[in-house]
């Protein structure tokens, strides 16, 4: 099963939203404060895609939650640098494959998303998981034997749990 661009999100909603933010009342004044084509905003709405790596470098530019701007969740202002803001009520539970459920989603992610959501995607990781834009920066682009890994997460583990 594919996920359709831009599904689940409405196109509409993130536009208004980065109305907002660059204080203008019109779509054709969102694009000239964006410098593109007057007919860009109309454009994402008709076909419900809205511009994610645009999305990330406004937060980015702005200082606002990428969170608000395109899920519409949680404050204008972003979290400082290295914080993840998360105002749900949603209790989290524990599972014994995590790393293969993020794996997986992460897959299926690349498959049947756009390049713009990719970009949103890795873009949302460097600001959130500063492990990650370390990773990045060292150049790294081979995955560690995952054995290794295991066995010190169990480690500390057993250390934190009484085992």
């Given at each position: 099963?594919?996920?359709?661009?831009?599904?689940?999100?409405?196109?509409?909603?993130i536009i208004l939203r980065m109305r907002q933010?660059?204080?203008?009342?019109?779509?054709?004044?969102?694009?000239?404060?964006?410098?593109?084509?007057?007919?860009?905003?109309?454009?994402?709405?008709?076909?419900?895609?809205?511009?994610?790596?645009?999305?990330?470098?406004?937060?980015?530019?702005?200082?606002?939650?990428?969170?608000w701007l395109i899920l519409g969740i949680g404050?204008?202002?972003?979290?400082?640098?290295?914080?993840?803001?998360?105002?749900?009520?949603?209790?989290?539970?524990?599972?014994?494959?995590?790393?293969?459920?993020?794996?997986?989603?992460?897959?299926?992610?690349?498959?049947?998303?756009?390049?713009?959501?990719?970009?949103?995607?890795?873009?949302?990781?460097?600001?959130?998981?500063?492990?990650?834009?370390?990773?990045?920066?060292?150049?790294?682009?081979?995955?560690?034997?995952?054995?290794?890994?295991?066995?010190?997460?169990?480690?500390?583990?057993?250390?934190?749990?009484?085992?």
């Amino acid at each position: 099963m594919t996920r359709a661009e831009g599904d689940g999100m409405n196109a509409n909603d993130i536009i208004l939203r980065m109305r907002q933010v660059y204080e203008v009342g019109s779509d054709s004044a969102l694009a000239a404060a964006l410098r593109l084509a007057p007919s860009a905003p109309s454009n994402w709405r008709q076909r419900n895609r809205p511009p994610f790596a645009l999305c990330a470098a406004i937060a980015r530019e702005r200082g606002i939650s990428l969170d608000w701007l395109i899920l519409g969740i949680g404050d204008r202002k972003g979290a400082r640098r290295g914080q993840v803001q998360d105002d749900s009520d949603a209790v989290y539970e524990a599972s014994p494959d995590i790393a293969g459920r993020i794996t997986r989603f992460v897959m299926m992610w690349g498959v049947t998303r756009s390049q713009e959501e990719l970009i949103w995607l890795e873009q949302h990781l460097k600001r959130t998981v500063p492990e990650y834009r370390a990773w990045l920066e060292e150049g790294s682009s081979d995955v560690p034997e995952a054995s290794g890994y295991r066995r010190e997460a169990r480690g500390a583990q057993g250390r934190e749990g009484g085992e």
